[in-house]
Nanobody, 111 residues
Framework: QVRLVESGGGLVQAGGSLRLSCVAS????????MGWYRQAPGKQRELVAA???????NYADSVRGRFTISRDNAQNTVYLQMNNLKPEDTAIYYC?????WGQGTQVTVSS
């Protein structure tokens, strides 16, 4: 089956930046929307950012203005640029290209 390979997670100080990438292992039938979710310890998984097939985007209130989702259709890739990171952004981040999910990449933001 198609596999989603995530990269770009890591440990950064508050105020720093990371760029997450998610690449599909092969050409897929493009879903109407793709996105990034995150799950912090003890909390439910939540939508962080989504982008539709037409290019419209939406963001969680907590990240709006700091995060930017984008995609490269030719490369079957979706990105999440995360700027001005805060400790509360610490979570495992999951790529979603419905119906497929990545395995998650850890983002840790130190105080």
């Amino acid at each position: 089956q198609v596999r989603l390979v995530e990269s770009g997670g890591g440990l950064v100080q508050a105020g720093g930046s990371l760029r997450l990438s998610c690449v599909a292992s092969e050409i897929i039938f493009r879903p109407n929307a793709m996105g990034w979710y995150r799950q912090a310890p003890g909390k439910q998984r939540e939508l962080v950012a989504a982008i539709t097939i037409g290019g419209s985007t939406n963001y969680a209130d907590s990240v709006r203005g700091r995060f930017t989702i984008s995609r490269d259709n030719a490369q079957n890739t979706v990105y999440l640029q995360m700027n001005n990171l805060k400790p509360e952004d610490t979570a495992i981040y999951y790529c979603n290209m419905p119906p497929r999910w990545g395995q998650g990449t850890q983002v840790t933001v130190s105080s």
